[in-house]
């Protein structure tokens, strides 16, 4: 089965820029998804499609996939970004939804 | 506004089975799929299958094979999840998410927790 890998955690001080990674075997030729889990609160889509952002996203939310590797990036930093991200994808050999281990964002 | 709301929470016994609703509201209940994820406390997301809106098909996780069904009642745009001998392992919260084959599970609902003990 598919594997996506995601770095347990990442660290930022506010008002810098954030890379969350999710390796896989040619993701690159996937539709990664990219989910926010806040604390308590059920995950939110963030980004689609490796880049489109939905509907009252902020801009400084953005993605890019290529090779073997998916990336979310999150410009300007703020306290209330902290939370889990989780990026996903379909496999489609098997008609079953991936999800990456997550990755737990701090604001420093 | 699309949204999904899910049933109440759950105590049950090992051994014993649950069912999870979801009602859908705002967007044509038949032209989309709902996913069906959980997430064991402290632990990451995990899917355990999806079943489609316009006929019923479903796809199950491996995991939860022979163990899990999900329908829909389009008369009243739910879906639902039935979990059989459960397990403490099963202690989770378990979300629906609407979806589409290859697309994202863009509305999510408030989760339902479940907690099997004795």
């Known amino acids: 089965s598919y594997v996506l890998t995601q770095s347990p955690s990442v660290s930022v001080a506010p008002g810098q820029t954030a890379r969350i990674t999710c390796g896989g075997n040619?993701?690159?030729?996937?539709?990664v998804f990219w989910y926010q889990q806040r604390p308590g609160q059920a995950p939110v889509l963030v980004v689609s499609?490796?880049?489109d952002r939905p509907s009252g996203i902020p801009e400084r939310f953005s993605g890019s996939n290529s090779g073997n590797t998916a990336t979310l990036t999150i410009s300007r930093v703020e306290a209330g970004d902290e939370a889990d991200y989780y990026c996903?994808?379909?496999?489609?050999?098997?008609?079953?939804?991936?999800f990456g281990g997550g990755t737990k964002l701090t604001v420093l | 506004q699309v949204e999904l709301v899910q049933s109440g929470p759950e105590v049950k016994k090992p051994g014993a089975s649950m069912r999870v609703s979801c009602k859908a509201s705002g967007y044509l209940f038949s032209t989309f799929g709902v996913n069906w994820v959980r997430q064991a406390p402290g632990q990451g997301l995990e899917w355990m299958g999806w079943i489609t809106g316009y006929n019923g098909n479903t796809k199950y996780a491996q995991t939860f094979q022979g163990r899990v069904t999900m329908t829909t009642d389009t008369s009243t745009s739910t879906a639902f999840m039935d979990l059989r001998s459960l397990k403490s392992d099963d202690t989770a919260i378990y979300y629906c998410?609407?979806?589409?084959?290859?697309?994202?599970?863009?509305?999510w609902g408030q989760g339902t927790l479940l907690i099997v003990s004795s």
């Open positions: 996903q994808v379909w496999d489609s050999s098997s008609d079953h939804v991936v």
């Open positions: 998410a609407r979806g589409v084959v290859v697309g994202a599970l863009d509305y």
């Open positions: 040619y993701i690159g030729g996937k539709s």
């Open positions: 499609d490796d880049s």
